[in-house]
């Protein structure tokens, strides 16, 4: 699995884990985060208070849901997809696109119904930021 | 509407599923291809994430499509999806490995697709194979009580593909034969 | 099932050879063959001269160079007694009385393939062979990465067509030809089997096979595809084949008997009710799934078409 690979070292792991931890507590309306490799391979999430989730399972989902999303948008002439949303009468479900120099990845964010599309959408848009500048710097 | 029969493409990372597809479909497929970040186990730049499409038409009303899994287990949730409604598969299968994971490879998608295979509706194909692999794999077949044609296909070989999927198709054909003989048989 | 051996005119060193060949061979027969000593009272008689025998006992005369059936209950031995042609002859006496033949007739063909097949599967795979048509060297046959292989100066069509016609022998002593074995010996059965073979098999029986040939290696023609998936599938009997496959009555036959000889699992039964026979002359439409397969096969050019 990558978690042990040589692209995403353990110490890079941590940071990741910790980052995403941060996030997650400090932002109400999120109830949890996840990034994946494109291929679906678990890299880092944040620790969900209260359920139990299965982190294989959902990185390999979101990198689905992410390449059926970039398919539909090229088939639609929209090429540059940079992301996709599910929407529950729950919460919403934000899947992004990372391209960093040395690896392709999807982060998911889970938002519960304090939050909104503007909101929700903004929140990870920072996250993103954050951990594709993390990536980068990374050697 | 068009009317289509769907055939599955199924088997390990690096089997050549998307590039059989790509081979034989009339549309350009569509592919959901992400970069690969699992060079050690199939050293190519993409793996499918979701699934593979193509389709071939027979007329305007009737359509064979074709669907490719995609070839990682940790994408296995997504295997029974595809295989819904599917009336066979090839099973595409890399023999430049190990006679042991050739075996475990058999296994796991022989079980994991065990209603086609109950139904003896998988071919398959081998490739960058040779006699020895193609015995190993009737050996196993045999010691398993499996009863399904083996052979050699290059997946970028349209000819060898159509191959595979007339041999399919006779198996399939079988089962459209009137009803009463198969319930005496076996 | 036990079966006996008695000699006449043998001494007793050629008494304990047969004895010693038998504790051999008994893991390689049908039957356990046991001697019983001097006398005529037994399934089968090795004598030096021929001799005539009550009811149905099989005699093997030491004389010849090497095995040979003359008639139905009369064989040459050769004069050595070596432990390959006694072989030979259990196995051949064992074929001849196995309960429920597969093919009411056997060819020329069939038989020498037979006996190739019969004679790998009882060997010791550290023996190597020679096989012989109409007493000239043909191709020679060894263990090899887990086969049976065989090797032969000659083209593998040349091999095929010269075993598809002549008399066959064994020698079991053969010089090394010092080159590799590259045709496995089922490839060459199978195409024996397919292409020569001129076996009769019941028309009132349903026959199954529980392997598949392996296509691209072993020679295959269009129809064989279909006669696979028919046979692999489910009992069906010949004329079943012929209607399924477009082949002829010939080449379903053929085509069973070469899956026989590779050990494909080729079982047997008769047809169950009369109404059979019929059935698949009448195929009830399955319209859409029919036309579909019919118009894939016809746009993609598949070999075999129904109209
Ligand atoms: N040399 C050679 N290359 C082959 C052969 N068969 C397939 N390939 C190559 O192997 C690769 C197969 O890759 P894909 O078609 O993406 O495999 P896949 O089964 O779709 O794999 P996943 O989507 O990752 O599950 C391609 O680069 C092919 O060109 C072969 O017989 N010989
Ligand atoms: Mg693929």
Not at chain 1, 48 to 55: G, I, M, Q, S
Not at chain 3, 52 to 67: C, M, N, P, R, Y
Not at chain 3, 137 to 164: M, N, R, Y
Request: aromatic share 8%.
């Amino acid at each position: 699995m990558l978690g042990e690979n040589l692209a995403f070292p353990p110490t890079l792991k941590m940071k990741c884990d910790s980052v995403l931890n941060d996030f997650a507590s400090s932002e109400n309306h999120l109830s949890f985060l996840s990034l994946s490799t494109a291929d679906g391979y678990s890299l880092s999430h944040s620790d969900p208070a209260h359920v139990e989730l299965n982190f294989r399972r959902i990185s390999a989902m979101a990198s689905s849901f992410a390449g059926i999303s970039k398919e539909l948008a090229r088939e639609t002439h929209h090429p540059a997809m940079e992301g996709s949303i599910i929407e529950c009468q729950t919460g919403f479900l934000v899947c992004r696109l990372l391209k960093t120099e040395h690896l392709d990845a999807v982060l998911l964010g889970v938002f519960n119904n304090e939050s909104n599309h503007g909101i929700a959408l903004w929140t990870l848009n920072n996250i993103a930021k954050s951990i594709t500048d993390m990536l980068n710097v990374y050697k | 509407m068009i009317n289509g029969t769907k055939i599955l493409f199924i088997g390990p990372m690096g089997a050549g599923k998307t590039t059989a597809i790509t081979c034989i479909s009339d549309d350009p497929p569509i592919k959901t291809e992400a970069s690969n970040s699992a060079r050690h186990i199939s050293d190519k730049q993409t793996t499918t994430v979701a699934m593979d499409f193509g389709r071939i038409y027979m007329d305007q009303f009737n359509a064979i499509d074709l669907y490719g899994i995609p070839g990682q287990e940790h994408f296995d949730f997504l295997w029974p999806i595809l295989e819904k409604g599917a009336l066979g598969a090839i099973f595409l299968l890399n023999c430049d490995t190990t006679d042991q994971i050739i075996q475990n490879s058999l296994e796991k998608f022989c079980n994991d697709f065990s209603r086609l295979r109950d139904n003896s509706a998988i071919v398959i194909a081998l490739n960058r194979a040779n006699e020895n692999a193609v015995s190993l794999c009737h050996n196993w077949l045999r010691e398993n009580n499996i009863v399904l044609p083996v052979l050699m296909a290059d997946p970028r070989n349209r000819d060898d593909i159509i191959m595979t999927l007339e041999l399919l198709i006779a198996t399939a054909e079988v089962d459209l034969l009137p009803e009463g003989e198969i319930h005496d048989a076996g | 099932m036990n079966a006996t051996i008695s000699s006449i005119g043998l001494n007793s060193y050629e008494e304990g050879l047969i004895q010693g060949h038998l504790k051999i061979l008994n893991t390689k027969t049908r039957d356990f063959w046991s001697y019983v000593g001097a006398g005529d009272d037994a399934d089968l008689v090795i004598t030096r001269k021929p001799v005539s025998t009550s009811g149905e006992a099989k005699v093997a005369i030491l004389a010849e160079d090497g095995f040979r059936k003359a008639k139905n209950n009369l064989y040459y031995l050769g004069e050595s007694l070596r432990i390959f042609s006694l072989l030979e002859l259990l196995l051949d006496i064992e074929h001849d009385t196995s309960e429920d033949p597969l093919f009411s007739s056997s060819s020329i063909t069939t038989c020498a393939a037979s006996s190739i097949h019969d004679f790998c599967a009882a060997l010791p795979t550290s023996e190597r062979f020679e096989i012989l048509v109409n007493n000239q060297p043909c191709c020679q046959v060894l263990f090899d990465q887990g086969e049976w292989k065989a090797a032969s100066h000659q083209t593998k069509t040349d091999v095929i067509s010269q075993l598809s016609n002549g008399h066959i022998r064994f020698n079991e002593q053969p010089s090394d030809i010092g080159l590799a074995a590259t045709l496995t010996v089922k490839e060459l059965l199978w195409e024996l089997g397919a292409k020569h073979s001129t076996n009769r098999l019941s028309q009132t029986h349903q026959y199954r096979i529980s392997s598949w040939p392996l296509f691209g290696t072993w020679y295959s023609a269009p129809y064989m595809a279909r006669l696979s998936a028919l046979y692999s599938k489910r009992f069906a009997s010949i004329d079943d084949g012929v209607r399924f496959s477009g082949a002829s009555p010939a080449q379903v036959q053929a085509f069973l008997s070469a899956c026989h000889l590779c050990d494909l699992g080729l079982q047997k039964r008769p047809v169950l009710e009369p109404s059979d026979k019929d059935q698949l002359a009448r195929p009830e439409p399955q319209t859409l799934t029919k036309g579909l397969l019919h118009g894939l096969r016809k746009k993609l050019g598949m070999a075999f078409s129904h109209d």
